[in-house]
């Protein structure tokens, strides 16, 4: 069983991230879910933008890198949201990774992909932030860089529909999701 990453959305360390990571925990896999912010979560979209720029987006990044700089190369980084484009920023510098795991957002760059890559994506259906056309071109890319891609999408969930925490929440389709993820993570 791989090692796993886990990082957060723009809101934080929230305790739909560490319940994530403890259902993956339950399956057998060793999970780390690295605090990007370093300070406590908060509670809307718009707090968690503020704090982003207040922190910065290279800070996020290097405290991404120093989460895996230990962990094993085979190690799926994974990601919600904001942390979905974080793990697919990281690819490129751990060309060994297991697979790639999003959760509510696209990420990765088609010239980090190699050949045969697991990559799984979650999304809601419509995204506000996933546009459609978008999402096709990023999807025919990662294909045509080889990617073993995978889409997933839940129509009517909103964005982070696996967070009971924000109005977004989607019972059945956080459910069908983990269904796809444990199995994901069970292949590596």
Same mark, same amino acid.
């Given at each position: 069983?791989?090692?796993?990453?886990?990082?957060?959305?723009?809101?934080?360390?929230?305790?739909?991230?560490?319940?994530?990571?403890?259902?993956?925990?339950?399956?057998?896999?060793?999970?780390?879910?690295?605090?990007?912010?370093?300070?406590?979560?908060?509670?809307?979209?718009?707090?968690?933008?503020?704090?982003?720029?207040?922190?910065?987006?290279?800070?996020?990044?290097?405290?991404?890198?120093?989460?895996? @700089?230990?962990?094993?190369?085979?190690?799926? /980084?994974?990601?919600? =949201?904001?942390?979905?484009?974080? !793990? &697919? *920023?990281? #690819?490129?510098?751990?060309?060994?990774?297991?697979?790639?795991?999003?959760?509510?957002?696209?990420?990765?760059?088609?010239?980090?992909?190699?050949?045969?890559?697991?990559?799984?994506?979650?999304?809601?259906?419509? @995204?506000?932030?996933?546009?459609?056309?978008? /999402?096709?071109?990023? =999807?025919?890319?990662?294909?045509? !860089? &080889? *990617?073993? #891609?995978?889409?997933?999408?839940?129509?009517?969930?909103?964005?982070?529909?696996?967070?009971?925490?924000?109005?977004?929440?989607?019972?059945?389709?956080?459910?069908?999701?983990?269904?796809?993820?444990?199995?994901?993570?069970?292949?590596?």
């Amino acid at each position: 069983m791989p090692s796993v990453v886990l990082f957060h959305s723009v809101y934080g360390l929230r305790p739909a991230v560490l319940a994530a990571a403890d259902r993956m925990r339950a399956a057998g896999h060793q999970v780390v879910t690295p605090d990007l912010y370093g300070v406590p979560p908060v509670d809307t979209v718009e707090d968690g933008f503020a704090l982003l720029e207040k922190i910065g987006r290279d800070v996020v990044l290097d405290r991404a890198r120093d989460a895996v @700089d230990e962990l094993p190369a085979r190690t799926v /980084l994974a990601g919600m =949201s904001m942390g979905a484009g974080i !793990a &697919g *920023a990281l #690819l490129a510098e751990r060309p060994e990774t297991a697979g790639l795991l999003l959760l509510h957002g696209s990420g990765g760059s088609p010239e980090a992909v190699r050949p045969g890559l697991p990559v799984q994506l979650h999304l809601a259906d419509p @995204d506000q932030y996933e546009p459609p056309d978008e /999402l096709d071109e990023w =999807s025919r890319a990662m294909t045509a !860089a &080889g *990617a073993a #891609l995978e889409v997933f999408r839940y129509p009517g969930a909103g964005h982070l529909f696996t967070d009971p925490d924000v109005p977004d929440h989607d019972p059945a389709a956080t459910e069908a999701a983990w269904a796809r993820v444990r199995s994901f993570l069970d292949a590596r």
